[in-house]
């Protein structure tokens, strides 16, 4: 009667991400846990354990082969694993699941998300879109994420792609400028051509007429400028607010006809407004009316 044996000196490992690096002519391998290679790599997660199934390096992981200690010291230089793995985890190649690219696509997406709705106001309320109509407005321009670019760098493109069809801009930051009181008309008259709003009067500081402060808002892209004149002038800035919302309730009762179309859409896009997305033709009381009465069945929120 024949017997099967199972084959001595094989560790088979599955449900596991390979990162594989050739060396001198030979390839060396190491298991890791899914999701984790990209984490180490982005210094999000710091702890090996937690990346590396096993600190042991391999020929051939799918079949549990291990590698040499020869071949380690010949590519390497040394037969000590720990370092053997570092050095693999870092300059290793490794392949992507699908699963694990729609989750990072996901994430990053949402962060984009997350920051356009920070930095950006509607133009004419000078109030932020909730988040339900900053998806929508994405999703109408089929915009797609880059995972070889920050989110920040993404959000700052998207905000000016979406600026082109929708009412929405990027929120002004506001400055508190401390300058000499004998340059004050000139970094006035700079900051209108710059097109800042003042939001306070010169006072003095400490009570000396040397110096004074006053209050400011600026397009974020003229934040260079700024400190630039600062630094001219010798005086100093500080960002008391890196982007300006106006916050409270907003009713439909003081909205135009434009931006009560948008907060239906927005209504429509949290899954309560049936009636408010068919509103969007709406003129007069009649429309409100038949929004709020969305809202109410829905649960929908503007």
Known sequence: M?????????????????????????????????????????RVEKDLDEVLQSQTVFSNVGKGTLAKSKDLVAAFGTDDQEKVCLEILEKGEYQVSDKEREMQASSLLRDIT???????????THRPYPVGIVEKFIRDIHFSVDPNRSSKQQALDLIRQLAQRFP????????????????????????????????????????TPAQVSLVCQIEPGRFREVDSLMQRVRGRLEVRAAAVQQEGD???????????????????????????????????????????????????EV
């Open 2 to 42: 024949s017997t099967y044996k199972q084959p001595i000196g094989q560790k088979r490992l599955t449900n596991i991400a390979v990162v594989r690096l050739k060396k001198c002519g030979m390839r060396f391998e190491i298991a890791c846990y899914k999701n984790k290679v990209v984490s180490w790599r982005t």
């Open 114 to 124: 997350c920051l356009v709705t920070e930095r950006t106001v509607n133009p004419e």
């Open 168 to 207: 929405i801009a990027r929120a002004r930051m506001e400055l508190r400028l401390v300058l000499p009181s004998a340059a004050l008309p000139s970094v006035q008259a700079e900051l209108q051509q710059m097109g800042a709003l003042m939001r306070s009067q010169a006072q003095p500081v400490d009570n």
């Open 250 to 300: 907003l009713s439909f009762d003081s909205l135009d006809e434009s931006e009560a179309t948008v907060a239906g859409t927005a209504m429509t896009a949290h899954g309560g407004g049936a009636a408010a997305g068919t509103a969007e033709d709406r003129g007069g009381q009649a429309g409100r009316d038949q929004a709020e009465r969305g809202v109410e069945a829905g649960g929908g």
